[in-house]
């Protein structure tokens, strides 16, 4: 009797969490309040390129004034996307900008063997990222705080090619060889920085990333699809025959609805080194898992990025998903591989898609979200 008393009683304790959660706005700033995210929240029955831009901006602000950090999944995710859909949405803010140049402050001013630990060399490599996405669709030129960031990346950079990472939260922290993509894809993306990349230290951090990429094998599929998008960047990272391969792989992934599931691209334990494997494998749809927004964006950009026509069918299909999917609220639901009381990957799920339709010119040009 004690122990179904005891069950029923941790099984209330862990609902009552859960409500107290969906209570909380997923963004919260002053007057920003960004509900939380929910599997329920209906979708709307037109997309609207307006309120999907309104969430980018009030998360992105309300993340860095709240939380006066560079996460993967919120900020890193605006700086990383966001640049990128000038020709659409305008230029970003330039107090994102300055948030990213302000911490790439702090974190110079911190020892390299810290810098090295936790969660930091991911903002590094994320603030780089971010620094040079700005550079190449804001102002069309290097600028020197994007040449600090990549130098101070590479200073924390290991022997082996990578960075540290806690492995933990996927899909972003959940292992350093997504550190190694994002860093490859920031030095390839970073205005003319390739070419001015001759110092003996920087030569060498190069080097040493690409033959990592080069021969350390993908955790998984998920990996498989980074890897081809910073090839998009590092042109000789693969051959054309490999991008091909991983072309193919991508749509044999895409669900019969049009999109794609981001958990068909890994087993639970290779998210994390396997720490999600328990929560994953107990979801009620493990076998079946939904498509999803940030997948589904995140497919898109990478497969168009590699050269598939915008006109294929196959990605017709995934644009009419992303079209006939968006939730009322603005965003795209994708449910958390890391917890059910908050689902921060509903931002990357939302800022993905964007640019997936504006990829496949799905969007209008100078729209300014006025609709």
């Given at each position: ?238 051959t054309d025959v490999q991008k091909q391969e991983l072309v193919t792989l991508i749509f044999q992934h895409q669900r019969e609805d ?110 300014a979200a006025s609709k």
């Open positions: 009797m004690r122990t179904k008393v005891s069950l029923f009683a941790a099984i209330v304790i862990v609902l009552a969490s859960q409500l107290q959660a969906a209570d909380k706005p997923q963004y919260e700033f002053e007057a920003v309040k960004v509900p939380a995210a929910r599997a329920d929240e209906p979708v709307r029955e037109t997309f609207s390129l307006k309120l999907a831009a309104e969430h980018l901006e009030q998360g992105n602000l309300a993340w860095s004034n709240s939380r006066k950090c560079v996460s993967c999944h919120t900020n890193g995710t605006y700086m990383s996307i966001r640049p990128a859909l000038t020709p659409v949405l305008g230029p970003p803010p330039a107090a994102a900008r300055e948030f990213f140049v302000s911490t790439l402050k702090t974190l110079k001013g911190t020892p390299v063997e810290t810098l090295r630990t936790s969660t930091r060399p991911a903002q590094v490599i994320y603030v780089a990222a971010g620094l040079a996405e700005w550079d190449a669709h804001v102002t069309k030129q290097l600028s020197p705080e994007t040449e600090e960031a990549l130098a101070l990346m590479f200073d924390i950079q290991l022997e082996s090619g990578t960075w540290g990472s806690l492995d933990c939260w996927p899909p972003f922290e959940s292992d350093a060889y997504h550190e190694a993509t994002v860093a490859a894809m920031a030095i390839g993306t970073a205005p003319g920085w390739l070419a001015k990349a001759t110092d003996g230290k920087l030569k060498t951090g190069v080097a040493r990333l690409k033959s990592y990429l080069a021969t350390q094998t993908p955790l998984h599929d998920y990996s498989r699809v980074l890897l081809l998008w910073a090839s998009t960047r590092l042109p000789d990272l693969l049009g999109g794609w599931s981001v958990r068909t691209f890994a087993a639970p334990e290779s998210w994390g080194g396997g720490n999600r494997a328990k929560k994953l494998r107990e979801e009620p749809d493990f076998a079946t898992p939904a498509s999803d927004g940030h997948q589904t964006g995140l497919s898109l950009i990478v497969l168009r990025s590699a050269g598939v026509d915008a006109k294929d069918p196959r990605m017709q299909k995934g644009v009419q998903w992303l079209l006939t999917h968006q939730r009322e609220s603005g965003r795209w639901w994708t449910r958390s591989l890391n917890t059910d009381s908050w689902h921060f990957i509903t931002y990357s799920g939302t800022s993905y898609p964007l640019l997936a339709l504006s990829l496949c010119d799905a969007l209008p040009a100078n729209a």
